[in-house]
Structures are given as C-alpha cells and as structure tokens.
C-alpha cells in the first residue's frame, strides 16, 4: 500500500544518529527528506559520499546544518536525538516553529528538569513536573501542540536492510497519526496507530531498563529460563512505573510494550543490551560509557526511574538492583541473587 | 467585616457608548435571519453526520422521547401546540412508510423540529426591558442592602450601602474591558450558587461591558418573575429535558453562530452547580467546542486575519457562606455514596422562594469577591493587552496557525475537540490559581482534616456519620495547625498557584476568628462553631466538609 503524500513540502528529520538516518530513508521512498545535523562535516561527508554510518543515503535525503532553514520548509518534523541533547536541539528550533508544524519524535528517553539546576544526585525524591517525556519537552520549549512519538521493534540495522519491522505511531491527534502512516508505511514497515502518547513514549523509555538486564544475564551466560523470567517481571515492572507517570497499561501490551520489550532484550545489536552485557563481562560503567558510539538510554533512564518509583512507593526491584549495580558498584552475580530472593506472590496485579 | 477595607470599589464607564452597538442588540434586530441559519447550519450537520443510523430512526427516537417528555414531565413554559406539533410529526412519518420520496419528506420534517428548537431556545432580548430589569435589580438590591446593614425599615431610604461594597471585583478587570472592545469574549465561571447567574449579570454591568448572552435553565423560566428578568439580560433558554442529539446541535449551533456574530457570552463550564464544594475539576465540552468551532470558522471567513477573535476569561466567584450548601452536599454524598434514587430538591421552584432567598442574601449575605482572570485565546496562551496570544516564552503566537494544515484552514473535529480537552485543563488550572482563599474557607479546611485524621481508619461516609459531639479541637492545637497550612497557601501564593484575600494575613487569632464567625454564617447548623472554653466543635460536618472542599486540588491533604 503506497499512500500518497498530503503536501509537496519536504520532510524534516532532526539527527543523523542511526535511527535519524534510517527514518530518514524510510520516509525518502516517499517524499523528499531534509536531514539535519549539528556536526557540519557530517552534513558535508553525506552529502558528497552519500553513504554515512555505513549505509547508503537515499537520493531524496538532501543534509543541512540549517535547523531554521529545515523547520521554514518544512511542516512536518522527526525530532530524533538523545535525550539529554533534546531539549537543547528544541531550543534551537523553537523560534522557526509554528503552532502548525507536526512533531513526530523518536527518543527513547527523559528530561529532568529540577528547579535551581539541581544534579539527580543531590536530590531525595522526585515530582512529575520534573520529569519530562520528549512530547511534554516539545511542549514545554515550543508552541508546537500537534505531537507524537514513534515507539516499536525497530533496530536501525535490521530496518535499513528491509527487514519486517513495525513502528507505533501515537498522538492525541488523528491528524498526527494519519500523517505518520502515510509517510513511513511500506511494504515492510507496518505502521499502527495508538492514542495514548504518554504511555507509549513511557513503554519506549521503560523497556531499556529490562534491556540493560537482559544483556547482564546473557553476560552471565544464562539461558532462556531466566531470560522468559526477566522479560515478564520486567513487563510487571514497566506497567506499575507506567501508571504511576500518567501511562494506561494496553499502551504496554502492544508493539511499542511487549513488542519493543521482547526484541530488544534479545538483540544483541541493541545499546543498552550491550551495556548490561559488558556489565555482567566485568567492564565498569564509565570504560563502556566512553567506548560506544552512540547514546544507551537505559543508563540514565534507570537513574530516574529509581527515584521516581521511590518518590512514589513504587515496588520496582529489578530498577532498584539495576540501580545499585550500574551506581554503586554492586557485582551482577549478587544483584541476581538478590531479585531470586525477593518474596514476589503475585503473577499479574495490574489488570 | 474585616474584607470590608480591602478598597472601594472603582466606577467603570461603559465601553460601548450607545446600547445600539451592543452586538446582543444587533442579534436580536435579526432574529429571524439568524434562526434561519443556525437551522440551515444545524440541518447540515445532522444529514453529514449519521450516527451508525439512519435519520428515519433518529427522528422516531427523537419523537418517541419528546411524546415521553410531554407525558411525565410537562412544565408551565412548554408552549401549548407541543403536543399537537409532535403528534403531527407521528402522523406524517407513519404515511410515509413505503413512499417514493421518503427521504426527501424526512429531511423537512427534520428542518421543521429544528426550527422549532431554535425558535424556542433563541433568545429575546430588549433592550428598553434590559434597562428596566437592571434598574429594577439595582433599586431592589440597594434597598435591601441599607434596611439590612444600617437597620431598621427606614434605613430603607438611605443610599450609604452599595452592591459594591458587598462585591468585591478582584484580578484583570481592566483587562478584561478592553478585550471585549477588540473582540468575542467568552466568560466561563465557577459555579457554586443559583445566585451566580445574577450575580455575573450585574459585574458585566459594573464593568461597563454590554450584556452577555449566556444559556439558562429552561426550569428558570417556569418561574415568572426571573423569566422576565432574564430574557431581558440576554438569556438564551436550554432545556436539560431534551436530550436528543437533534436539539443538542441545535443548541450548539445557537452557541457558535452567536459567538461567530460577536456576541459575547457566558458558560458556566462545569455544567451544573458543583455539589461537592469543590472547585470544578472537569469541564463540560460541549459549548466551549462551540466557541472553538466559531473561532475556526472565523478565521476561514476572514482569510485577510481580519476576523474578530475569541477571548475566554475565566472567572472565581468567591463565598463565605451558599445558601444551599446544605442540600448540594447531601445530593453529592447520596449519589456518591451510589444511592439508587433520590430527587434533586429545587430550592427555586416558584417565584415565591426565589425571591425570599434573594432577601435571605441580601439580609444576611457576607462579603463575596468575584476574581477576573487573564483572558486566553482558544488554546489557552495568555492574551495580551492588545489581544495578542503570547507563548510562555513572550513571543506572539497566531492563533489563526492552530486551525492550518497543508498551508490552509481546514476543518478537523477531533482536532478541534483534542483542542477543546486542552483549553478545559487550563481553565481549571486558571480557576484553582486565581481562587481567593478566604479565612473562613482555610478554618473548614484545616478542621475537617484535624478530624479525619483523629478518625483515619474510617473511610468518609462512615466518618460523616459520626455525632457532631464526639468531634472537638482545643483551640491551641487548631491554632498551630492552621498557621501552618496557612503558611503552604502564601507559599503556593508565591508561586502563583492561588490567590489570597487580605484579611488571611496579619495575626493569626484574628483571622482564625474571622473564619470561624464567616463560615456557612447563616446555616441553622453552623459547620464551626468557637466555644467561650476554646474549643472548637461543629454542628454540622457535611456542610462543615462542603466548606473544605473549596481548597481540594492544591494537594494540602498531604499536610496532615
């Protein structure tokens, strides 16, 4: 199914990290793409070579280092970049954006915003007008109102070589949705639609903290048992933390939820299963930080999750062991120790 | 009373030089015109829009509820043809089965019921009765207010007491005057009392602002005397019988062609009265869509951004005491606690106890103060004073780039409605940050949770079901508990999240005692009562939560 496309107006995608890029290429077998980047030698390498992180560009990608020139031309925009430089990025853009504009983010990721630039570390408990989805940073930062988020299995490698994949497209708008499946359904990506935006952007954040997990207990060179054993808890685990931050739980049982959970808790590929897995190898957390290319979200993601759930009396015992682990040097072998102790009863207590 | 030095009240000169301009005056010159098109409009609609039936269907549901209607619940007002016109309609749809043309047939008899819908809910105003009714209320008003406060039946003569000494006007009035001179204002206030409509009538008046239009209950006009007054003021009529979605869009559509017209108007968005004390925390959609529909609709007529914008003002109407306090709890307790039947009691079923509940207030009435807030464009952004929106950042916004998609104005209804959701939860943040916190409002607060926590294993109902003996406070200890709530009010004051009326401040005994002698004042059963021994005991602790319930939604619970 090749739908048409509702203006002539090129595309925006913002970031040129992996998942920036094979967007960009989905969206660009169906409309002309402007791809921003801060770095202006990457601008200048893609546009010359048309090949970055070692796959080719599209030719209807055009790169830019001009985020004003990006946001004039064009209506709709996928803000794909790590969180912790997403606010920053939407500073910059905000002054070019109109309350027309379609925002459609792809991070995985939370913004702490503490009053007097407060370090987490300083702080004991913490609110839910400190803690930002990216939406409700776009919100914050801008007048953009028509916002969604992209959430699903979709591993950068595997799309970029036309493997099946999926993606949610959630937004209080059908405006928004109806966009988003338009311009990046094709005969290998399917495109669901979903309402609830807050709780799928929190299914993409929450699932990288089991991700890190996984990739520790197959550090471990534990088998299957244990991992079917993570990935329920953890699903458990995601739903409580969910509801607590404004989620619904159907918004984790589906692609974005489950979906996500289960693949990237078996991908070796995935950052964060990668960080959990050189964890459990013995490397410590700041020699991993410096030695990969790309941002893993779960690190950070674990830190407020933990104070967030303690803040709320949230039981979340894998966060909490993840916590001590990645912080305060707890070995992994006695991490999963501990979770095999903890008194749990209940199998599903949040239907 | 101690809010009585807070400031005299300032004289405002009317905005509008002439009643002639006044965009209600200029509605009601065309009324026909204008019934005409909300019945074209509404028609429309209603043949877009089938919902999963066909209109044959929706016209039988809708007779059959109206023939129900006319059986068991008749009122003085119905016009006197009701039962003959629907019994036509009966008539005429039966011949149609199996005609050729029944389609065509179907659609006039829908265009008949919803012209007469929007005949019967368009408004009538006049202007040499608007004049009349208003000097009318502010003679009687006067009047009653000296005999009252100076004393004695002579005092009626007196001049020394005004309605403005009694309502205080407080927040964006000046505002407020010059956004209704640049475009649409819509005012949506709290709603605690039957008093309020009245009460708005006269500080739109006060302000110097034409009348506004606003949808009052059907029932009101079953009573004569208000029936007058207020198809004089600018009422326009909704029946809460009538619930079939033809009559819903017509009255929407009266709604949004008035606003489209530039008439000003009113909403209470909550619906109703709020039964529970507390500060309305969901809002009903329906008419502020309508605004949000004729904003849009505006701006496709008026491509040159030459169009008249929407203003919405959000408005909290301060009390000390509700008269009807007393039975708007027990109706929220009963249905609440999931009683199955109980009859909603009105206080105001005849002229008779309309009017002796207007000399109950003005006899007996404390201070009320009446907080004008910042008026917003659609989306909620903050208007300036020349009626620019303005983003939290201080830049302008065009309203007019809400409603484009591809470059255009177009037509999107969940949008609009995902908007409408939005524009509903600023304007409860807006009412919960411009509500003044009187000090009878923080002694119920703090007493009423002094007791549920003596009582906390018991959940409410059975804590209210407690004997008002059993429950008494030293006086020291309420004391110390309510410096410190007072404390997280002036802290919440500071970062802007409610406001405060002067006399909270200063010494605490003071004005522990203000709040104590204003609370519920002139219920029979007093909710606070201070004993010569300093205790502190109740006489009623569902009006007593009632009273409490106006500080709920600042999470202060969490004090105790």
Sequence with gaps: MISKKNSNRPVGVIGAGSFGTAIANILAEKTEVLLFSRDPGMVKSIAETRVHRDKSIHKNITPTGDISYLANLCDVIFPIVPSSAFRSVLQQLSPYLYPYHILIHGTKGLDILLPGNKGLNTITSIDRENVMTMSEVIMDESVVVRIGCLAGPNIAKEMSANQPAATVVASHYDEVITQGINLLRNDYFQVYGNKDLIGIELAGVLKNIIAIASGALSGLGLGENAKGLLISRGMVEMIHLGKAMGGNVPAFLGVAGIGDLVTTSNSTMSRNFTVGYRLAKGDSLNTILETMEEVAEGVNTVQIAKLYANSHKVTVPITEVLYRILFEDLKVEEGLQMLMKFPYNVDIDFL | ?560
């Design chain 2, 1 to 560: 009373m101690k809010s009585n030095q807070e400031g005299k009240q300032k004289i405002y000169k009317p905005i509008l030089a002439g009643t002639q301009e006044w965009p209600v005056v200029r509605l009601s010159n065309n009324r026909k015109q204008l019934i005409e098109q909300i019945s074209e409009e509404a028609f429309q609609k209603l043949i877009k829009v089938q919902r999963g039936h066909s209109l044959r269907e929706e016209l039988e549901t809708t007779l059959y509820l109206e023939k129900l209607r006319i059986k068991k619940n008749p009122w003085a007002v119905d016009p006197e043809d009701d039962y003959s016109f629907w019994n036509k309609i009966k008539h005429e749809l039966v011949d149609l089965v199996g005609s050729k043309d029944a389609s065509s047939k179907e659609e006039e008899i829908l265009k008949r019921i919803i012209s007469r819908y929007a005949n019967e809910i368009a408004g009538n105003f006049k202007k040499s009765r608007y004049k009349l009714a208003r000097e009318i209320i502010k003679f009687g008003f006067k009047r009653l207010l000296n005999a009252t406060r100076i004393g004695g039946f002579k005092a009626i003569f007196k001049n020394q007491y005004t309605l403005n000494d009694k309502i205080q006007i407080k927040g964006k009035a000046k505002q407020l005057r010059k956004l209704a001179k640049l475009g649409t204002v819509v005012m949506v206030p709290t709603h605690f009392s039957n008093l309020d409509s009245i009460l708005i009538g006269w500080i739109i008046h006060v302000l110097g602002l034409p009348a506004f239009i606003y949808g009052a209950g059907l029932n009101l006009f079953n009573i004569r005397i208000l029936a007058y007054f207020m198809e004089s003021l600018g009422a326009y009529k909704v029946d809460r019988r009538k619930k079939n979605p033809i009559y819903l869009e017509t009255l929407k559509t009266y709604s949004k062609v008035a606003i489209e017209e530039g008439a000003h108007s009113l909403f209470f968005p909550g619906g109703t009265r709020s039964r529970s004390g507390k500060i309305e925390n969901s809002l009903k959609l329906g008419l502020l869509g309508t605004a949000m529909e004729a904003q849009r609709s505006i701006f496709t007529r008026h491509p040159n951004n030459d169009g008249r914008k929407i203003f919405v003002v959000p408005v909290t109407i301060n009390y000390n005491f509700v008269l009807e306090a007393p039975n708007l709890i027990k109706n929220y307790l009963s249905r609440k606690g999931q009683e199955r039947y109980y009859v909603e009691n009105d206080e105001y079923s005849t002229s008779y106890k309309m009017v002796k509940f207007l000399v109950k207030f003005f006899t007996k009435g404390s201070n009320i103060s009446v907080s004008i807030g910042h008026g917003m464009d659609l989306l909620g952004n903050y208007v300036d004073g020349d009626g620019n929106s303005i983003d939290t950042k201080g830049r302008i916004i065009n309203t007019r780039h809400y409603f484009v998609s591809n470059g255009e104005i177009a037509v999107d209804e969940q949008r609009d409605q995902e908007y409408t959701r939005k524009l509903s939860e600023i304007i409860v943040r807006e009412f919960h940050r411009i509500n003044r916190v009187f000090a009878s409002h923080l002694v119920a607060f703090t007493a009423f949770n002094l007791w549920k926590r003596q009582y906390y294993k018991l959940d409410l109902y059975d804590f209210l079901r407690l004997p008002e003996e059993e429950l008494v406070i030293d006086y020291a200890d309420f004391r110390e508990t309510f410096i410190e709530i007072r404390e997280c009010i002036f802290k919440l004051k500071k970062a802007n999240k409610v406001e405060v009326a002067g006399h909270l401040k200063g010494n605490p005994d003071e004005v522990i005692l203000t709040g104590i002698t204003n609370v519920g004042m002139y219920h029979s059963k007093r909710p606070l009562l201070l004993s010569k021994e300093g205790k502190i005991t109740t006489q009623d602790l569902n009006t007593l939560y009632y009273y409490h319930n106006r500080m709920d939604g600042y999470d202060l619970e969490k004090e105790f």
